[in-house]
């Protein structure tokens, strides 16, 4: 698992992030962010890179919405090698929060309904237009304690049928979770699915750390 880390390595509160080399170039400057707006906390970002987004975060099969490349089903290989991976910090306890964006985001909702490894996740522009995922996270218990979702006000605009879902699914999926008593956050961010993803990653981290 190749990782890139920034902040305090002893510090008890860690955050993970499925990040691809893309979004490498931005790590510093979310870091600085997080550290600007939650002062009072010393944190370690950690940066988990993904190879194949299709097929290491799919959670199951299903057929391409974009482009030719159909969805895998590695989303449980790549959980398995997380939790080897990052198993010190869960023997030293520290405090640990799972965060990504776009299909980095429905993995990052979907592992919380395998195991709890995570305090709190940060779903940020998730993809859960991905089919069928929207009612298995309604016949599932997820795991938990503190949920972020977020997304962009202009996603839903798209003339992609599927794609065009994700506001729709998001909202039903926050009701639900308000529904069932679970401490959740949705945010609305002004523009699309490429504006500003760093600055969207940094304000979910932020909230799931800050003091109330």
Known sequence: MKTYR???????VVLVQLISDYELSFMEQEYAWIKE???NKEFLLLGVIIE?????????????????????????????MM?????????????????????????TLWQAYQKGLFEGIAAVSP??????FLDYAKENTIRAQKIYLSLGDKEHK???PVMATVR?????????????????????????????????????????????
């Open 6 to 12: 920034y902040g305090n390595e002893n510090s008890p």
């Open 37 to 39: 707006n939650v002062a």
């Open 52 to 80: 194949d987004w299709n097929e290491e975060l799919s959670p199951w099969k299903a057929p391409a919405v974009f482009g030719k490349d159909d969805f895998g089903d590695g989303a449980q290989k790549t959980l398995e």
């Open 83 to 107: 939790e080897r991976e990052l198993s010190l910090f869960h023997e030293q306890n520290r405090e640990m929060y799972l965060g990504g964006y776009s299909l980095a985001g429905l993995f």
């Open 127 to 132: 993809s859960v237009w991905f089919s069928g």
């Open 158 to 160: 798209t003339r992609n």
């Open 168 to 212: 729709d699914n998001i909202t039903e999926l926050y009701e639900y979770y308000q529904q069932k008593g679970y401490d959740c956050m949705l945010e609305f961010n002004p523009g699309n699915h490429f504006t500003d993803p760093w600055l969207r990653m940094a304000k979910g981290f932020s909230c799931l750390i800050k003091d109330e």
